[in-house]
Nanobody, 129 residues
Framework: QVQLVESGGGLVQAGGSLRLSCAAS????????MGWFRQAPSKEREFVAA????????EYADSVKGRFTISRDNTKMSVYLQMNSLKPEDTAVYYC??????????????????????WGQGTQVTVSS
C-alpha cells in the first residue's frame, strides 16, 4: 500500500530550472531506495536518477550528470529532483518510483525500471527552444 504523487512539472525555456517533488505515503519509506525515470513520446522509459535507502549513494544517467540533483527528506517522506540547465531533449513525462527491494545495500542503487514496483502518475516537463 504505497502511493507516490509527483508535482513541479511545467513549461520552461531552455537553460531554465525546475524542481520536481515526489510525496510518498507509507511508514517504511525510509527503508527503500527511490528513483526518477522519464519517458518522451515514441521512446522507451529511461533511467534519470536514483538514491539509496540510506541516502549515502546516488546515481545519474550520463545525459543529466552535472545538471540534475536527486535528494530525499525522510522526515517529509519526499524525494526531489532539481533540474538545472534544461535542454529541449529533457522534455518528457517524469515519474518517481520506489525500489522493490527492502534495504538494498547502502551503497547499491538500482538503475533498471524492472527493479521498481510502485510508480507515481507522472508530471510533464516541457523545455522550449
Amino acid at each position: 500500500q504505497v502511493q507516490l504523487v509527483e508535482s513541479g512539472g511545467g513549461l520552461v525555456q531552455a537553460g531554465g530550472s525546475l524542481r520536481l517533488s515526489c510525496a510518498a505515503s507509507g511508514r517504511t519509506f525510509s527503508s527503500y531506495g527511490m528513483g526518477w525515470f522519464r519517458q518522451a513520446p515514441s521512446k522507451e522509459r529511461e533511467f534519470v536518477a536514483a538514491i539509496s535507502w540510506s541516502g549515502v549513494s546516488v546515481e545519474y544517467a550520463d545525459s543529466v550528470k552535472g545538471r540534475f540533483t536527486i535528494s530525499r527528506d525522510n522526515t517529509k517522506m519526499s524525494v526531489y529532483l532539481q533540474m538545472n540547465s534544461l535542454k529541449p531533449e529533457d522534455t518528457a513525462v517524469y515519474y518517481c518510483a520506489r525500489d522493490r527491494t527492502y534495504r538494498r545495500g547502502s551503497f547499491s542503487v538500482a538503475t533498471s525500471s524492472t527493479a521498481y514496483d510502485y510508480w507515481g502518475q507522472g508530471t510533464q516537463v516541457t523545455v522550449s527552444s
